[in-house]
């Protein structure tokens, strides 16, 4: 063998090697969530399993074939180690299959190989766009995406996550129009962000009241009907699609431009951070200190430094019988809104007599539903259509 072939099957041996062991470490890392540090993986690695399974299945083949023409123990290993990490990553997926079958949910396991269609995102855009009001000089707007049948549509407003500091109305685009395209007239609302000197937590929300008188006036001219109307957000979105929901049926609510908020009949959100002193004391060495910059942010400062306003951001202060129905759709193994204060929050309102049901993913950390296709996302859809549905809402 002359020294370019050397050369060659060198770089080959080291290609396959490092692909093997970094899919089989990111399968380990998701099968091991509760691990300090390694245990991150599965926020990044889990929403694609199907296609980390597909590629260690092809790697451990093409490991496989050279130990078979050269009979090298590193190709021996490389093929045990691969067939084991899609033994790994199969567990998991079918964990997740199942969990959401088990909740109504007809997975297609064909879809979540479109992880990385980023054309597909590119592509939505909205059908119109206005503006409901103005904070500090700056204008706020939300986005509508009209119902493709005729007929008075029932209304969906989403509201944005990003931990009350990033984020904007376009998040979960693709999603905003599969609601449309499924009957809703979907409006996405924008909302002023806090920051280290701006904090915003008892202004957003009647900022997302006056968003809701917005769509009580306007729904018509877009086919909606504003009478059949749900709230629907993701992480600090969540907080506020509930807490706006439950504070306009005990008459708290006050929208920042005046009028009265319509009611809402039901709220679907996606791992909400409902209890905010929980997520300033989170102690994931990773995502903790993220926790408490977001909640500092937004608050202003720690909870015993501010427990009133802690108090007033948590959504248990404002349950109460006529609440409308609440679905939660969670992580497992959330590393920065720690599922023990949804799974909290959910049995204080049911002893309020909230009628809530929580649906909880395996193995599925943060924003858990955030690439095309994925188990998460097709859980999300399917089951908030579901809910709607259920309750008069579609």
């Known amino acids: 063998m002359n020294a370019p072939a050397r050369v060659a099957a060198w770089l080959g041996r080291v290609g396959l090697t490092v692909a093997v062991l970094g899919l089989a470490a990111a399968v380990a890392g998701s099968l091991l969530p509760r691990v300090p540090v390694v245990g991150v993986a599965v926020g990044f690695v889990a929403p694609v399993l199907s296609v980390v399974v597909l590629a260690a299945a092809s790697a451990g083949l093409v490991a496989l074939v050279m130990w078979w023409l050269h009979r090298q123990r590193l190709f021996l290993a490389l093929t045990v180690i691969a067939a084991l990490t899609v033994a790994g ?14 909740a109504g949910v007809d997975v297609d396991l064909v879809e979540t190989l479109r992880v990385f269609d980023a054309a597909a995102v590119a592509a939505v855009t909205p059908d119109d766009t206005a503006v409901y009001t103005e904070f500090d000089d700056e204008p706020l707007a ?66 997302i ?3 809701l008188t917005w769509v009580a006036a306007n729904a018509g001219r877009y086919g909606g009907d504003a009478s059949r109307l749900s709230l629907t957000g993701d992480s600090a979105g969540g907080n506020l699609a509930i807490n706006v929901a439950y504070a306009t049926a005990g008459g708290t609510l006050r929208p920042s431009c005046g009028g009265a908020p319509p009611r809402v009949g039901a709220v679907s959100v996606l791992y909400p951070a409902v209890d905010p002193a929980r997520v300033y004391a989170n102690t994931d060495p990773v995502f903790g200190q993220s926790g408490r910059d977001l909640a500092t942010a937004y608050i ?13 951001v948590a959504s248990a202060t404002h349950l109460g019988p006529s609440a409308p129905p609440t679905l939660l759709v969670l992580g497992a193994v959330d590393h920065l809104v720690p599922i023990d204060g949804a799974l909290a ?50």
């Open 89 to 102: 990553g199969s567990f998991i997926v079918a964990r997740q299959v199942g969990a959401a079958s088990a």
């Open 142 to 207: 939300l986005d509508v995406y009209r119902p493709r049948r005729g007929g008075p549509a029932p209304v969906l407003v989403f509201i944005h996550g990003g931990g009350w500091v990033a984020g904007d109305r376009s998040a979960h685009r693709t999603d905003l129009r599969w609601f449309a395209d499924q009957g809703w007239l979907v409006v996405s609302v924008d909302y002023a962000l806090s920051s280290a000197d701006r904090h915003l937590w008892d202004v957003v929300p009647g900022q």
């Open 209 to 211: 009241g006056c968003a």
């Open 300 to 312: 202003g400062g720690p909870p015993d430094q501010y427990p009133e306003r802690y108090a007033a």
């Open 345 to 394: 929050f959910v049995d204080r309102a049911r002893d309020a007599g909230v009628g809530v049901e929580a649906v909880t993913i395996p193995y599925a950390d943060h924003v858990f539903d955030g690439r095309e296709g994925t188990i998460g996302q097709q859980t999300y859809r399917q089951l908030t259509a579901a809910w709607l549905r259920s309750h008069g809402q579609g």
